[in-house]
């Protein structure tokens, strides 16, 4: 457990970066060492095969080349190169791992989810405090949240997407969300977050064509959903969660629109045939052109002459 939880520390050890006045110390040579296993908690054999084990699981496509040159100093049994597979996975997990972590934050920042920036916020201040203090199951903790909301998040996102997409019928939207599903379904972290991140500009571009189509609908419910929509997306830069709400109104204010319409066609229908003059003889015949006589003219009688 106690391997797994340095793995876990130092797999994330860019983003306490942010956390600590110098940012450089989540990078020299004192923390490598300790993670090669220089400070006694495992051997570097033990920490690569973990480290590989974590990576491939999670993030797959994450750092291909570093994880083919450490499998090959695994399979060579050199200490020395062993040790410097470690610190070139370390290294390279602090740039890429920080991107994805920034990427999630801009995402929780731009949809809304508010306990998803708090949860990335939380483990960069936990960071910190488990790498001087060992409190590594406050780590683990916080890790955990990080992946449970923003799994809930992204899900969140293609979901309403895939309500919107049907009425919005945009091909890049399509396949945005497409491409999304995928990411979700595959698991890969290196992938969901920015896959849902993607979305957003085809969503603008099709909702921006959505609009275009309503402008001369003549109803108020309608046109006043449309203001909101077209005030964001006059922003400069449009408040995503806002505007997806304000898509919502205006996707409901439209399809009432048309169940208006619909409804008032067949009233009209009904009235014509309620109206539709119905003549018939003495004889109780029905008559469609009738001459000069005598005849019940929609129950009643009436003398054509």
């Known amino acids: 457990m106690k391997k797994f939880l340095s793995l876990l520390l130092f797999a994330f050890v860019a983003v306490s970066a942010s956390a600590v006045q110098n940012s450089n110390r ?11 296993g220089e400070a006694g908690q495992s051997s570097t054999r033990e920490l690569l095969e973990s480290f590989i084990e974590l990576l491939e699981k999670y993030a797959p496509d994450l750092l291909k ?8 100093a695994l399979a060579n049994n050199d200490e020395q190169a062993m040790q410097n597979a470690l610190k070139n996975l370390i ?3 602090i740039t890429k791992v920080s991107t994805i972590l920034a990427e999630a934050k801009t995402f929780a920042d731009n949809y809304g989810y508010t306990e998803l920036a708090r949860a990335i916020d939380e483990l960069q201040r936990t960071i910190p405090i ?4 060992g409190n590594y199951d406050s780590l683990v903790a916080a890790l955990q949240k990080v992946a449970e909301e923003g799994g809930l998040a992204a899900q969140d996102v293609v979901n309403k997407m895939c309500i919107y997409a049907e009425t919005l ?48 609908i003549d109803d108020a419910d309608v046109q006043a959903a449309l203001a909101e929509v077209t005030a964001l997306l006059n922003a400069e830069n449009p408040n995503i969660p806002n505007l997806v709400e304000a898509v919502g109104k205006l996707i409901t204010a439209y399809k009432a629109y048309l ?34 006589g005598l005849y019940i003219v929609n129950g009643k009688k009436v003398v054509l002459k």
């Open 259 to 292: 169940d208006k319409q619909a409804q008032a066609g067949i009233n009209t229908i009904a009235t014509e045939k309620l109206t539709k003059t119905v003549i018939f003889n003495l004889k109780g015949q029905r008559v469609e052109n009738a001459t000069k």
């Open 26 to 36: 989540a990078t020299d040579e004192s923390t490598l060492r300790y993670a090669a």
């Open 91 to 93: 290294t390279a997990s």
């Open 65 to 72: 080349e570093e994880i083919a040159a450490a499998k090959e």
């Open 130 to 133: 488990a790498v001087f203090t």
């Open 169 to 216: 019928d945009n091909e890049e939207l399509n396949a945005a969300i497409a491409n999304a599903k995928t990411a979700l379904e595959s698991g890969n972290l290196s992938e969901i977050i920015p896959a849902i991140n993607a979305i957003g500009e085809p969503f603008i571009a099709a909702t921006k064509e959505f609009i275009a189509k309503l402008q001369n």
